[in-house]
Nanobody, 123 residues
Framework: QVQLVESGGGLVQAGDSLRLSCAASGRTLNTADMAWFRQAPGKEREFVAGNRWRGGSTYYADFVKGRFTISRDNAKNTVYLQMNSLKPEDTAVYHC????????????????WGQGTQVTVSS
């Protein structure tokens, strides 16, 4: 069983940066594919970024390319999402997820989820 706990969210202004953290317990993440999703009010949860443990490949949704970066620190068993040039439309609850079975982009394929951290970007 994997437990994921996100942190680092908050209220910022447009153009600011935040770094979200996802700390894992129950197993090591160095052999786990990881991802970040987000869910805005009234909208479905959507894929933001993913990272494969084998080879370190990263994947991003088009709307965050060039602004967000996913990374991991295996020694700390933590995955990060660095978010730069934030926009009001980035406002959402951000969740990390682990171990997809199948498509990386489908939330239904993930076995483990964190409770989420709120990011609010004011204009």
């Amino acid at each position: 069983q994997v437990q994921l706990v996100e942190s680092g969210g908050g209220l910022v202004q447009a153009g600011d940066s935040l770094r979200l953290s996802c700390a894992a317990s129950g197993r090591t993440l160095n052999t786990a594919d990881m991802a970040w999703f987000r869910q805005a009010p009234g909208k479905e949860r959507e894929f933001v970024a993913g990272n494969r443990w084998r080879g370190g490949s990263t994947y991003y949704a088009d709307f965050v390319k060039g602004r967000f970066t996913i990374s991991r620190d295996n020694a700390k068993n933590t995955v990060y999402l660095q978010m730069n040039s934030l926009k009001p439309e980035d406002t959402a609850v951000y969740h990390c997820a682990a171990e997809p079975r199948g498509s990386y982009y489908a939330q239904a394929n993930y076995a483990y989820w964190g409770q989420g951290t709120q990011v609010t970007v004011s204009s």
